[in-house]
């Protein structure tokens, strides 16, 4: 059974820093790319970053030079590194495993960039 778990989020002021994580259990973690969406209320779920299994990674404009993904095969982790954080980036974070067709995600963490 697939689980993913994120960790990491909460309330930080613009201009700062987050780093969020997603463990992920009951598949081959290696094999597969993973990805990092948010949802801020009232608006669609959005693809933020995403590695592949060859650890490509790929990035929303709004993410580029700001966010970065990583993954640490050992701990069957994902990372997604947020700096310079802006109000704008405020939402629930989801980590994302498209396997076999069907779509996995975790529960989500809060984001959220205020002063």
């Known amino acids: 059974q697939v689980q993913l778990v994120e960790s990491g989020g909460g309330l930080v002021q613009p201009g700062g820093s987050l780093t969020l994580s997603c463990v992920a259990a009951?598949?081959?973690?290696?094999?597969?790319?993973m990805g990092w969406y948010r949802q801020a209320p009232g608006n669609q779920r959005e693809l933020v970053a995403r590695?592949?299994?060859?650890?490509?990674?790929d990035y929303a404009d709004s993410a580029k030079g700001r966010f970065t993904i990583s993954r640490d095969i050992g701990k069957s982790t994902v990372y997604l590194l947020l700096n310079s954080l802006k109000p704008e980036d405020t939402a629930v974070y989801y980590c994302?495993?498209?396997?076999?067709?069907?779509?996995?995600w975790g529960q989500g963490t809060q984001v959220t960039v205020s002063s």
């Open positions: 994302n495993l498209v396997m076999s067709q069907s779509d996995y």
């Open positions: 009951g598949y081959s973690f290696r094999t597969y790319g």
């Open positions: 590695i592949n299994r060859y650890d490509s990674t």
